[in-house]
C-alpha cells in the first residue's frame, strides 16, 4: 500500500524559501508519476509541478516556472519540491500525490494517492 507523507511546511516571509521533501512508502514502478498539488481557501486544487519517476522529466505550472523545483530519488522514495523566491499567492495546502498513468499529467483525477498535506504560508 502507498504513503505519502508531506513535511516541511511553515511560515516565510515573501522572497523566502522553503523546502517539501514527501516520504513515499511501498511505491512500485507502476507509480510514474509523482506530483505536487497545492490548493488555496477558497480556490480548487492545482497541480503545481509533476516528475516522471522513470526519466525525471518535469512539468511546472506557469506561475512557478523559475522558482520551484521537483526532484526525485528513487533509491531513497522520496519527491521533494523546493521553492524559491516565494510569494503570497504561494500560500495554500500542499499535497504529494502519486499516480500510474503512463502519460502524466497535472489533474487531481488522475492520481491514485495522496498525502496528508503540509501548510505554507508566506506573508508580505
Known amino acids: 500500500q502507498v504513503q505519502l507523507v508531506e513535511s516541511g511546511g511553515g511560515s516565510v516571509q515573501a522572497g523566502g524559501s522553503l523546502g517539501l521533501p514527501c516520504a513515499a512508502s511501498?511505491?512500485?514502478?507502476?507509480?510514474?508519476?509523482m506530483a505536487w498539488f497545492r490548493q488555496a481557501p477558497g480556490k480548487e486544487r492545482e497541480g503545481v509541478a509533476l516528475?516522471?519517476?522513470?526519466?525525471?522529466?518535469?512539468y511546472y505550472t506557469d506561475s512557478v516556472k523559475g522558482r520551484f523545483t521537483i526532484s526525485r530519488d528513487n533509491t531513497e522514495n522520496t519527491v521533494a519540491l523546493q521553492m524559491n523566491s516565494l510569494k503570497p499567492e504561494d500560500t495554500a495546502i500542499y499535497y504529494c500525490?502519486?499516480?500510474?498513468?503512463?502519460?502524466?499529467?497535472?489533474?487531481?483525477?488522475?492520481?491514485?494517492?495522496w498525502g496528508q498535506g503540509t501548510q505554507v504560508t508566506v506573508s508580505s
Open positions: 516528475i516522471y519517476r522513470g526519466t525525471g522529466s518535469t
Open positions: 500525490a502519486a499516480g500510474t498513468n503512463l502519460i502524466c499529467r497535472a489533474r487531481t483525477s488522475e492520481y491514485n494517492y
Open positions: 511501498g511505491v512500485t514502478d507502476s507509480s510514474r508519476c
